[in-house]
């Protein structure tokens, strides 16, 4: 048995896992609980609005109409993945859906039962997200859309102890629902079993590997003349500096200056050469060991 979070607790776990979150009027207080009862909790669920355009389908949401009064969810999760916060409570969303189905929620059981019956109030029992979507099967899904879907119904699931077979879509729930139509729901459970994995607010996938690092190859002595402008100039001062070699009032900067020039000579002295092999103008020894960062 799940109590609801609070609207603070909801809005924290969301940023914790990373999602740009946006309070919409007053979502705190926004609900059906005068119609019905909230909770206890017992999963997640995925839909599509049927229109276009962020604030326009937040602003329905929230309002919903005549026949079916909002909140119609508690998020919307718009094209370029930002959470617009519409509801904290019941919201009208899920609508009477199949028992058996809401056992396997419970249960964490998969595959999910044939939803074949709308005998059990969904609106009592699980969250819902709205993802704006026309849902006609040729209206894109953004990679950051599908991203804070992943995210949003996992930051539900660690908050509540739950697995990825706690989120469903509408369509896995209420007879003759199609929503969200544009991928799978076992897609969508596999890449929240990945992120559950994981720490809140980790990246999406495996880490991206560490591109090599590269330096800047020696330029030649004569490089380092008066007047000389070059990045590779400010990439070796920012390297001075952070050796403790700098010698700078100002910069470094791609300009070669006397002040790079006593700076190298530092780095020359650092690394034990003295006379003219200290003289501040770069020799390829004392270069390579700079290691400058390829610009
Ligand atoms: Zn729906």
């Given at each position: 048995?799940?109590?609801?979070?609070?609207?603070?607790?909801?809005?924290?776990?969301?940023?914790?896992?990373g999602?740009?979150v946006?309070?919409?009027?007053?979502?705190?207080?926004h609900?059906r609980?005068?119609?019905?009862p909230w909770?206890?909790?017992?999963g997640?669920?995925i839909h599509?609005?049927?229109t276009s355009g962020?604030?326009n389908?937040v602003?329905?949401?929230?309002d919903?109409?005549?026949s079916l009064?909002?909140p119609?969810c508690?998020g919307?999760?718009a094209?370029?993945?930002s959470?617009?916060?519409?509801?904290?409570?019941?919201?009208?969303?899920?609508?009477l859906?199949?028992?058996e189905?809401l056992?396997?929620v419970?249960d964490?059981?998969?595959?999910l039962?044939?939803d074949?019956e709308?005998?059990?109030?969904?609106?009592r029992?699980?969250y819902?997200?709205?993802?704006v979507?026309?849902g006609n099967?040729s209206?894109?899904?953004?990679?950051?859309q599908l991203?804070?879907?992943?995210?949003?119904?996992?930051?539900l699931?660690r908050?509540h102890?739950w697995?990825?077979?706690?989120?469903i879509?509408?369509k896995?729930w209420q007879?003759?629902?199609t929503?969200p139509?544009?991928?799978?729901m076992?897609a969508?459970?596999g890449?929240?079993r990945q992120?559950?994995?994981?720490?809140?607010?980790g990246?999406?996938g495996?880490p991206?590997?560490?591109?090599p690092?590269?330096?800047e190859?020696?330029?030649?002595?004569a490089?380092f003349?008066p007047g000389?402008r070059s990045?590779?100039?400010t990439?070796m001062?920012?390297r001075?500096?952070?050796?403790g070699?700098g010698r700078?009032e100002?910069?470094?900067?791609?300009e070669?200056?006397?002040a790079?020039?006593?700076?190298?000579?530092?780095w020359?002295r650092?690394?034990?050469?003295?006379?003219?092999d200290?003289?501040g103008?770069?020799?390829?020894a004392s270069?390579?060991?700079l290691?400058v960062?390829?610009?």
């Open positions: 048995m799940a109590t609801p979070l609070s609207a603070s607790q909801l809005l924290r776990v969301l940023r914790d896992e999602l740009k946006v309070e919409h009027r007053s979502w705190r207080t609900n609980n005068h119609k019905g909770g206890p909790v017992h997640v669920m599509h609005t049927v962020t604030q389908s602003n329905l949401c929230y919903g109409y005549a009064p909002g119609l508690h919307v999760i094209k370029d993945g959470v617009h916060l519409v509801g904290n409570g019941r919201a009208n969303h899920a609508g859906g199949d028992d189905v056992r396997a419970i964490e059981r998969a595959p039962p044939a074949n709308a005998n059990t109030d969904g609106n029992h699980f819902g997200f709205e993802c979507n026309l099967g209206d894109p899904w953004p990679a950051a991203e804070a879907v992943e995210r949003a119904a996992a930051a699931c908050a102890d697995s990825d077979r706690s989120v879509g509408h896995e007879p003759g629902k929503d139509r544009g991928f799978t076992d969508m459970r890449r929240i992120r559950l994995g994981g720490q809140p607010g990246p999406a495996p991206a590997p560490k591109p690092v590269s330096y190859p020696f330029p030649g002595a490089f003349a000389r990045p590779v100039i990439a001062g920012r001075l500096v952070a050796e070699c700078y100002v910069g470094p900067g791609p070669w200056s006397e790079d020039r006593r700076s190298y000579a530092a020359q650092k690394l034990g050469y003295t006379g003219a200290a003289d103008t770069p020799g390829r270069w390579d060991r290691k960062p390829n610009v």
